[in-house]
Nanobody
Framework: QVQLVESGGGLVQAGGSLRLSCAAS????????MGWYRQAPGNQRELVAT???????NYADSVKGRFTISRDNAKNTVYLQMNRLKPEDTAVYYC?????????????WGQGTQVTVYS
């Protein structure tokens, strides 16, 4: 099992910044991808950004140039720096840990942290 603890959500004015953190613990995998997804009311959960254990990154088009994902492997922690926030970024943000076993891929989710951007 992998446990994920998120922090850093909150209320911010449009144009402002927030930084999300997610620390993973437990039975971790050497090959893994950590990332952030978000879900706004009435919408499906969508990818925001991911980063692999090899530091390859992937971003949703809507956040490119504004958000930066990074990780500290020594702390098993992933960060999402969110700049120039917009009201449409308002959502619950979920941390995801995808561990690649020899045969099976395992998905774990954090409890979610609310990000609210007001204009």
């Amino acid at each position: 099992q992998v446990q994920l603890v998120e922090s850093g959500g909150g209320l911010v004015q449009a144009g402002g910044s927030l930084r999300l953190s997610c620390a993973a613990s437990g039975s971790l995998f050497s090959i893994n991808v950590m990332g952030w997804y978000r879900q706004a009311p009435g919408n499906q959960r969508e990818l925001v950004a991911t980063i692999s254990s090899g530091d390859s990154t992937n971003y949703a088009d809507s956040v490119k140039g504004r958000f930066t994902i990074s990780r500290d492997n020594a702390k098993n922690t992933v960060y999402l720096q969110m700049n120039r926030l917009k009201p449409e970024d308002t959502a619950v943000y979920y941390c995801n840990y995808r561990g690649h076993g020899p045969v099976v891929v395992y998905d774990y989710w954090g409890q979610g942290t609310q990000v609210t951007v007001y204009s």
